[in-house]
């Protein structure tokens, strides 16, 4: 690792929406903030950022899933068009350059379950994502490096303006948690296969496999996995939230 930077995005934007039927929708908005991305560890003389940020974004939504943890079946899927008009400043050793901060990404994700009988879940998980012909900084291009998103590499350890990834595994309920607790207990196993990219033509296929716990509690989804990688590496987490979402 060259430099860790530390982030920090404030934003008020406006959205309007329509919903195209019971379970889909489409979303507009734009947006205004002000964006920071200053060295925590590192060289002090890489660049950082600082300034104020114009967006907007287009979202169309789909939710066929009868559960935000482990569905029974059905599918979600999200398509974003973003568009950065404006973005914030670089500065080095105290210095500000002019840079082409406009950028335009279009990116879906979505995961789809099946039952195979009443404990038995089959799922996959992909994405894909481009920045056209911009080249976003680092702290805009897609990032690789969670759970079903090749979970042995560290969050944001891969990164680029391009990204793909493919993930297909099992779950099976092994059991419940007391009804104060929460719900239905998971273990499974999948297969993570992506990547990202400065371009297509550099598009690689890094794999990585995973088990884990996957359980629906009273503060939300849980999941406790680990992640291996065929090159020797490995990693575990403990993630609190929508874990397919």
């Keep these: 690792m060259i430099a860790r930077y530390r982030q920090t995005v404030a934003r008020v934007g406006l959205n309007a929406g329509v919903n195209l039927g019971a379970r889909s929708d489409l979303r507009i908005g734009a947006y205004v903030g002000r964006t920071t991305a200053s060295i925590e560890v590192g060289d002090p003389g890489f660049p950082e950022l600082r300034g104020k940020q114009t967006g907007a974004e287009l979202v169309w939504r789909l939710d066929t899933q009868d559960s935000p943890v482990v569905p029974a079946g059905g599918l979600l899927s999200e398509v974003r068009l973003s568009r950065v008009f404006n973005g914030p400043d670089v500065g080095v050793g105290g210095q500000t350059f002019d840079f082409d901060s406009s950028l335009t990404q279009l990116s879906a994700v979505g995961n789809e379950f099946w039952s195979v009988g009443?404990?038995?879940?089959?799922?996959?998980?992909?994405?894909?994502?481009?920045?056209?012909?911009?080249?976003?900084?680092?702290?805009?291009?897609?990032?690789?490096?969670?759970?079903?998103?090749?979970?042995?590499?560290?969050?944001?350890?891969?990164?680029?303006?391009?990204?793909?990834?493919?993930?297909?595994?099992?779950?099976?309920?092994?059991?419940?948690?007391?009804?104060?607790?929460?719900?239905?207990?998971?273990?499974?196993?999948?297969?993570?296969?992506?990547?990202?990219?400065?371009?297509?033509?550099?598009?690689?296929?890094?794999?990585?496999?995973?088990?884990?716990?996957?359980?629906?509690?009273?503060?939300?989804?849980?999941?406790?996995?680990?992640?291996?990688?065929?090159d020797g590496r490995w990693r575990t987490y403990l993630g609190v939230g929508r874990t397919f979402r």
């Design 118 to 230: 009443p404990r038995n879940r089959l799922f996959v998980y992909g994405g894909i994502g481009t920045s056209f012909d911009s080249k976003p900084l680092p702290t805009d291009q897609f990032a690789l490096g969670t759970p079903f998103r090749l979970g042995a590499y560290a969050a944001g350890e891969l990164r680029g303006p391009r990204y793909y990834i493919a993930t297909a595994g099992y779950l099976r309920r092994v059991g419940r948690l007391p009804d104060f607790m929460g719900g239905p207990v998971f273990v499974g196993t999948w297969l993570e296969n992506g990547d990202a990219f400065p371009d297509w033509q550099h598009a690689g296929w890094r794999t990585n496999g995973g088990a884990g716990l996957v359980m629906d509690t009273i503060v939300g989804p849980v999941i406790v996995a680990g992640s291996w990688g065929f």
